[in-house]
């Protein structure tokens, strides 16, 4: 195995956290699409679907490496938002939860002197920092719109696809 028992079972853990984070997302997109914001619903299942392919980046990593995959319990996600910016705060909170899980596991890659592993995770911590940037201004623009959040949802757009472009993608 080119991974220790340690590693393998932190990084099993962390595709637990990121189909978590997925399942967070769906439902932040479901209240958005309930509240008929329906730009801001779909950045929130496109957010679902990259969670969840960075999960699937764990697996194939974990099989890769010839650890065993064990995924653990899912913890329910958060329903119960009482406003967008409600539900946008909750997902930058989680994304900087997601940063410390990450960093976390770059620690026991460090500490192992794991450098395949190191190497691995260094995409993940680069995509954190694309992630927190998403969520904080996403939450800035919703918390400058003040009641005004079509208009917030649709600079939001604008902004996103301006960052995707930006990064070559």
């Known amino acids: 195995m080119l991974i220790s028992e340690k590693l393998a079972k932190a990084i099993n853990q962390q595709v637990g956290n990121e189909f978590g984070a997925s399942l967070e997302y769906v439902n932040i997109a479901s209240?958005?699409?309930?509240?008929?914001?329906?730009?801001?619903?779909?950045?929130?299942?496109?957010?679902?679907?990259?969670?969840?392919?960075?999960?699937?980046?764990?697996?194939?990593?974990?099989?890769e490496t010839g650890a065993k995959v064990a995924i653990p319990a899912i913890p329910e996600p958060r329903s119960d938002y009482a406003s967008a910016e409600d539900a946008v705060a909750a997902a930058l909170s989680w994304e900087e939860?997601?940063?410390?899980?990450?960093?976390?596991?770059?620690?026991?890659?460090?500490?192992?002197?794991?450098?395949?592993?190191?190497?691995?995770?260094?995409?993940?911590?680069?995509?954190?920092?694309?992630?927190?940037?998403?969520?904080?201004?996403?939450?800035?623009?919703?918390?400058?719109?003040?009641?005004?959040?079509?208009?917030?949802?649709?600079?939001?757009?604008d902004i996103l696809a301006q960052m995707v472009a930006a990064e070559g993608g």
Do not use: C, P
């Open 31 to 63: 209240y958005f699409e309930s509240e008929d914001m329906l730009h801001f619903a779909q950045v929130f299942f496109d957010q679902a679907d990259e969670e969840r392919d960075h999960a699937m980046k764990f697996v194939r990593y974990l099989l």
């Open 97 to 157: 939860t997601v940063t410390e899980q990450i960093n976390g596991l770059m620690d026991i890659a460090h500490e192992e002197k794991d450098y395949i592993a190191q190497d691995f995770l260094n995409w993940f911590v680069t995509e954190q920092l694309e992630e927190i940037s998403k969520m904080s201004t996403i939450l800035n623009i919703i918390r400058r719109a003040g009641d005004n959040l079509l208009l917030a949802e649709t600079y939001v757009v």
